[in-house]
């Protein structure tokens, strides 16, 4: 690799103690420009020199952009999903793909069992009738308990695993559906069963072509009546209209949404516009990650990748290019 400094563009901001440690220990390895909100049209403007760009999900290095980019030899995604990059692009041009999966386990997790306490209770419900000045006692004597409950959990990843560790914590029977898991920790079943069983269920699997629309009108057939949906994890895996349809139809008892299908979403979409408006919806702007810990947990993974490739180290990616632009 070149003795000059690997020029890294960060397009969707670092956490201050990641910029710090990299303009620091990497101060004559790295030569470091950090921007957030880049327009789709800049993109190739901004990273045209770049031979690391740092992504979260607001950037999309879809194939155009990819193409566009000759010298760019490297991604690293800050965080865990890759929805938002071409990886079979990347992998085609010889762009290494690199991610930073550990930091914002927690904080997702987490994210998904309060929405989780905040269907049982419908406290997004309240706080709006009560900003209203309705009080709302009698018509909220329904909420529910999770301690007793089942909760499934769609991917037992190490997010999901540790939703299912918090949820079982609270007095929950916990079943897992995940076609790859074998530990023995948790009870698994398979789709079906989830569906008619569970009384929560919160989802934390990729979004990949059998996942995507997983959740849709067939499933929400099999619902067990009142069963309460948790997306914490990516858009396209619940079918957003038939969501509406099940919940206008009472087969759901409500749904938390951290993630949608098209991010931003656009509150003047007539299906977003219904969704956002529901009484038994709760929503959140994908802020899974945005804890200031996961966010200095990611940013300092980031930090450490990027200071191993400035000084020639060997950091396995999770592509392997045929044709590489950089051995790294």
């Known amino acids: 690799m070149s003795q000059a400094p690997l020029k890294v563009v960060a397009t969707d901001g670092l956490d201050k103690e990641a910029i710090a440690r990299l303009e620091g220990e990497g101060r004559d390895l790295v030569e470091l420009r950090v921007q957030s909100g880049v327009p789709a049209s800049e993109l190739g403007a901004v990273l045209g020199a770049a031979d690391v760009v740092v992504i979260r999900s607001a950037t999309n290095l879809n194939s155009a952009v990819l193409q566009g980019l000759p010298k760019l030899k490297g991604v690293v995604r800050a965080g865990v999903g890759l929805d938002n ?148 994890a990516r858009g396209g895996i619940v079918h957003e209209a038939d969501l509406v349809e099940a919940l206008n139809a009472g087969r759901l008892g409500g749904a938390a949404l951290d993630v949608f299908e098209k991010e931003p979403f656009d509150p003047k979409d007539p299906l977003t516009a219904k969704l956002l408006a529901h009484p038994l919806v709760v929503t959140t702007p994908h802020i899974g990650a945005s804890t200031l810990e996961a966010q200095k947990a990611v940013g300092l993974e980031v930090a450490d990748k990027v200071l191993r490739l400035a000084r020639g180290e060997a950091v396995a990616p999770l592509n392997r290019p045929s044709h590489p632009r950089w051995a790294p």
């Open 85 to 232: 990059i071409d990886v079979a692009k990347a992998t085609e041009l010889g762009v290494y793909v690199w991610n930073a999966p550990t930091g914002n386990f927690q904080s997702t997790a987490e994210l998904a069992i309060g929405h989780m306490f905040a269907l049982a209770r419908r406290i997004a419900f309240a706080t709006e009738q009560g900003r209203a000045g309705k009080w709302m006692k009698k018509e909220l004597s329904g909420g529910r308990q999770i301690s007793g409950s089942t909760v499934g959990v769609f991917g037992a990843g190490n997010i999901g695993l540790r939703a299912a560790r918090m949820a079982a914590a609270l007095g929950a029977r916990v079943q897992l559906c995940d076609p790859v898991y074998n530990g023995t920790e948790f009870q698994t079943v398979d789709f079906k069963t989830l569906m008619g069983t569970s009384d929560f269920i919160t989802i934390h699997s990729p979004l990949l072509d059998s996942t995507r629309h997983a959740f849709n009108a067939t499933a929400f057939a099999m619902a067990k009546p009142g069963l309460c949906l948790v997306n914490a």
